[in-house]
Each structure stands twice: as C-alpha cells, then as structure tokens.
C-alpha cells in the first residue's frame, strides 16, 4: 500500500507560481508512477502530470503543458509540481496519487489506474 500526503496550497495572485510536495510512503516499487490531479470547484477531477517513479518517463496534459512542470526528489521521496503563470482557472484542489504503470510501460492516465490517492490540497488563485 502506498500512502501520499500533499502540501504546498494556498492563496496566489495571477501570474504567480506555487510549487505543490506529494510526500510518497508504503510500498512503491519499479512499476509504480504518481500523478498530479485536479479538481475545480464544481467540476470533474482531471489529470495535469504523471512521472514514473524512477523519474524516465513523464507526461503533461494540455492545460499544464510549458505552465507546469512535475519532478521527483528521491532523496525526500517526494515528487513535486511547479506551477508557473498561475490563473484563476486553476483554481482546485489538487491531489497526488498513486498507479502502475501498464504492461507496455506506458504511464497511467485514466483515474481508475490511480489506486492510491491522498486528501488533497486548495490552491486558489485570486486577486
């Protein structure tokens, strides 16, 4: 069992940055791969990066792509996502979580691969 705890939210003007720390624990191993997701207030949750966990593969979706950028620190065994040019639209609470990646090594993608998630953390972007 994997277990994850996100930090690093708050309160952001737009065009400002905030660099969000998933804190990765339990059984992980050379399959495994975490995920940044993201859910707007009153919308679905929807995926914005995913890394492998020994850091060679990673995959942006379109909204965060050349705004965020995901990495791993596997001296803290965390993996983090920067958030550059912030806008109100990315206004959600964002969760890290836990999948495998798939037989042919691709990353996961769909939230149904993801069977570890952790609580979430509210970034707002407002003036």
């Known amino acids: 069992q994997v277990q994850l705890v996100e930090s690093g939210g708050g309160l952001v003007q737009p065009g400002g940055s905030l660099r969000l720390s998933c804190e990765v624990s339990g059984r992980t191993s050379s399959r495994t791969a975490v995920g940044w997701w993201r859910q707007p207030p009153g919308k679905e949750r929807e995926r914005a990066a995913v890394i492998s966990w020994d850091g060679d593969a990673t995959t942006i979706s379109g909204f965060a792509k050349d705004r965020f950028f995901i990495s791993r620190d596997p001296a803290k065994n965390t993996v983090e996502l920067s958030m550059y040019n912030l806008q109100p639209e990315d206004t959600a609470v964002y969760y890290c979580?836990?999948?495998?990646?798939?037989?042919?090594?691709?990353?996961?993608?769909?939230?149904?691969?993801?069977?570890?998630w952790g609580r979430g953390t509210q970034v707002t972007v407002s003036s």
């Open positions: 979580a836990a999948g495998d990646r798939r037989r042919d090594l691709y990353l996961p993608t769909s939230s149904a691969e993801f069977y570890s």
